[in-house]
């Protein structure tokens, strides 16, 4: 069986910073001060880049790890799902709906972080892609907006505006888009990729 050898090169690092940063994000987004609300966004948006930057590193320079296959989609799901989660803890959408989504996407990743560490990748799809893609979108809608509500001079002129953006009904529509894609895609990934998942069954039971 492949070993999985942790490698903190400059990506794997970034990559840890992201996971470190999720509960600090977190514990400034549901905090009652306005001030700490502003610098949840702040620390999001330097978490999430560091996704984008320890990307680009690994490619331009060659940094390309098993260890880091492994880590960096996780670190993603970690990001995401507490940003859902604590939107949940805030009343802003509905529970059943995250949970679906979060289940889904740590279900999908450790199968491919598996697959991946027993040299048996498996493929995503761009419906994938997309079902990421609007997961952020929605996340960041969510998170500029409640932290926009929360800057007097803001909501002073666009209270109304900001109000009608963040009502239960815009959120629960987005939310309900966003958890079709992803069964939908979760579906789609296990079936496409069946065969791949039917031969590591097969490897687990030959290496007991």
């Not at 309900?176 to 895609?185: G, K, Q, Y």
């Amino acid at each position: 069986m492949p070993k999985l050898e942790l490698q903190l090169n400059l990506p794997n690092q970034l990559t840890l910073l992201r996971i470190v940063l999720t509960p600090v994000f977190v514990l400034l987004l549901l905090s009652s001060s306005p001030l700490a609300l502003q610098a949840s966004l702040v620390v999001f948006v330097i978490a999430a880049l560091t996704d984008w930057y320890d990307g680009w590193i690994a490619r331009k320079l060659g940094y390309v790890s098993r260890w880091g296959k492994f880590l960096d989609p996780l670190a993603d799901k970690v990001l995401s799902s507490a940003a859902l989660l604590a939107y949940v803890a805030l009343g802003l959408v509905s529970a059943w709906m995250v949970w679906i989504i979060v289940a889904r996407d740590f279900l999908i990743t450790g199968l491919r972080a598996y697959a991946e560490f027993r040299d048996r990748p498996v493929v995503t799809s761009r419906s994938a892609q997309a079902k990421t893609f609007s997961e952020f979108v929605v996340i960041y809608y969510v998170l500029i907006l409640y932290v926009a509500r929360s800057i007097p001079s803001v909501h002073a002129g666009f209270g109304p505006w900001i109000d009608a953006l963040m009502h239960y009904d815009v959120l629960f529509g987005m939310m309900l888009l966003v958890t079709i894609m992803t069964v939908w895609t979760g579906l789609a990934y296990l079936l496409d990729n069946r065969k791949t998942l039917r031969n590591m069954y097969e490897s687990i039971r030959t290496d007991r």
